[in-house]
């Protein structure tokens, strides 16, 4: 029996749909409630879930526009039951097989040389549940090759998620055997390796010699693998400006890893090799495939503007006060408090103190009904190798100005190091960005969903302003702050901006509370 199923009303108004992606391909079997698909409006995307378990019939394409109503797939039934039961009665014979050969030979397993089979058999690794919402990750990279002895828990590989990064650790003891390439765009659940399971890495015999194409074959792999990247550290290194020559590789057979690349540095500019640059004239193109932090940032942002009322106010802050502190006393601070103290603690302490007085830009939007957090978790913008991330100062209010300086720089330098966890990225209450230091001098920013509201800082410059009648020139910085209209009003976001300003320039006001 066939179970069709149809796309279902998915919003007032929506009449059509697309087919964004297919987690099953045709042909495969799905579990009852199983998403198989993803499906998008113009407003916003919807998972779609198996009405059956069995054989799924896929009857309209990716990227097709189907409407409201329309057969999107079919799941044979029977065909599924079928496939299942010959499935265990394969399984069933397979064993009853070996237990008949192991009987046949008895005390077999004395005489000849330790087995995988005997130690354990084969254990398939399939990528494990790494954070609420994530459906796929990325191999970045191998850190142990094909053939290679692992030990339980020994990190075996790179994943990259479009939050964050994670490492791969061996399920047992044995000789891996990888199924995904580097590279490989891989759903949750899906096998990435096997493992032949064995206490201790099988030796050749010594009684016969390797054959000579083995030998060729090793040193071949050898010198292909030294100082050739792995296609994650290839990345970084193209955006850091690295020839691959220049750095040593730390992985088998001297292959350059994601952390060696993360770690080295650029040349200096008279250090710089030469590279052939593109003709004058030249019209060539190269394509490169999103990575799954890109698309993620793409779709959030789009929906972002899409279903917030977003509005931006701006102001300006007299940096002189700031500076005058931090040129007193940077040093003393940073021979106490072993930190740098920068711009970002005085921002956050006074986004802190304000956002108490005006709660409103500190709550969230819950369907029908305000959030309201007695707590700031200030999210901090960083732009990292693989992209922007927002990783998360928890209870901020709570923060020295040494506890502020802390925490940005741990959490920038996981960022650039791809370390940061889903728990480091997720639960912000407000965010702080600082386009000024690439130079911006004004922006609009996006608000980071489900919060309300965004700080956007940026770069100082010497204008001339009026103080006490008298033009002067100070070091001015313009503020933005974007808003969802919907929860909080004019007044409250101009309020809550020009009560950050005041700090700012009367730091003197934060350590009073005035």
């Not at 019939?57 to 329309?70: M, N």
């Amino acid at each position: 029996m066939s179970v069709e199923i149809k796309v279902p009303q998915v919003g007032e108004s929506i009449t059509e749909v697309t087919i964004s992606e297919w987690f099953k391909k045709d042909g495969d079997y799905v579990e009852l409630d199983e998403i198989i698909c993803e499906l998008e409006s113009d407003k916003a995307s919807f998972e779609l879930n198996a009405e059956a378990a069995g054989v799924l019939k896929i009857k309209a394409q990716e990227g097709e526009t189907v409407e409201i109503g329309a057969v999107i797939c079919e799941i044979d039934t029977a065909e599924g039951v079928d496939s299942k039961s010959e499935e265990h009665t394969e399984t069933s014979k397979s064993s009853e097989e070996q237990q008949e050969k192991e009987k046949a030979v008895p005390g077999a397993d004395v005489a000849a040389a330790p087995s995988v089979a005997e130690a354990g058999g084969v254990i398939e690794m399939r990528v494990p549940e790494v954070g609420e919402s994530i459906t796929e990750v990325t191999l970045a990279s191998w850190i142990k090759q094909d053939g290679d002895y692992v030990e339980l828990d020994e990190n075996i590989a790179d994943i990259d998620s479009d939050k964050a990064s994670f490492e791969l650790p061996a399920e047992a003891n044995g000789i891996l055997r990888p199924v995904a390439q580097e590279g490989d765009v891989l759903e949750i659940g899906a096998l990435i390796c096997k493992i032949e399971v064995t206490d201790k890495a099988v030796e050749a015999p010594k009684d016969k010699p390797a054959p000579e194409t083995t030998a060729k074959q090793s040193s071949t792999d050898e010198n292909y693998a030294k100082g050739h990247p792995s296609p994650a550290a290839a990345k970084i290194l193209s955006e850091k400006g690295i020839l691959p020559d220049s750095v040593a590789g730390s992985g088998v057979g001297g292959r350059i890893t994601k952390q060696d690349a993360a770690a080295a540095k650029a040349p200096e500019a008279d250090e710089m090799p030469q590279v052939a640059s593109t003709p004058a004239g030249s019209r060539q193109q190269r394509r490169e495939k999103m990575s799954s932090l890109r698309k993620t940032i793409a779709r959030r942002l789009v929906a972002a503007k899409n279903e917030t009322a977003m509005l931006t106010t701006f102001n300006e802050v007299d940096m002189k006060p700031i500076m005058d502190i931090r040129s007193k006393y940077k040093e003393k601070f940073k021979d106490k408090k072993e930190v740098g103290l920068g711009f970002m603690s005085f921002f956050t302490k006074a986004v802190c103190m304000a956002l108490q007085e005006w709660p409103a830009v500190n709550a969230t939007l819950d369907e029908q009904e305000i959030v309201y957090n007695d707590f700031c978790d200030i999210s901090i913008a960083v732009s990292s190798p693989r992209g922007l991330v927002v990783p998360v100062i928890r209870n901020a209010e709570s923060l020295s100005f040494e506890g502020i300086e802390k925490e940005v720089v741990r959490l920038a330098t996981k960022a650039r190091d791809g370390k940061l966890t889903i728990e480091e990225m997720t639960g912000g209450t407000f965010t702080i960005t600082n386009g000024g230091i690439f130079g911006s001098m004004l922006s609009t920013p996006i608000i980071n969903q489900p919060q309300s509201a965004i700080l956007g800082m940026h770069n100082i410059v010497e204008r001339p302003v009026a103080v006490n009648g008298e033009i002067v020139i100070r070091p001015i910085m313009y503020v933005a702050v974007s808003y969802d209209h919907r929860i909080i009003d004019g007044r409250e976001s101009v309020s809550f901006l020009y009560r950050v300003k005041e700090f700012l320039e009367d730091p003197t006001r934060m350590l009073v509370g005035i």
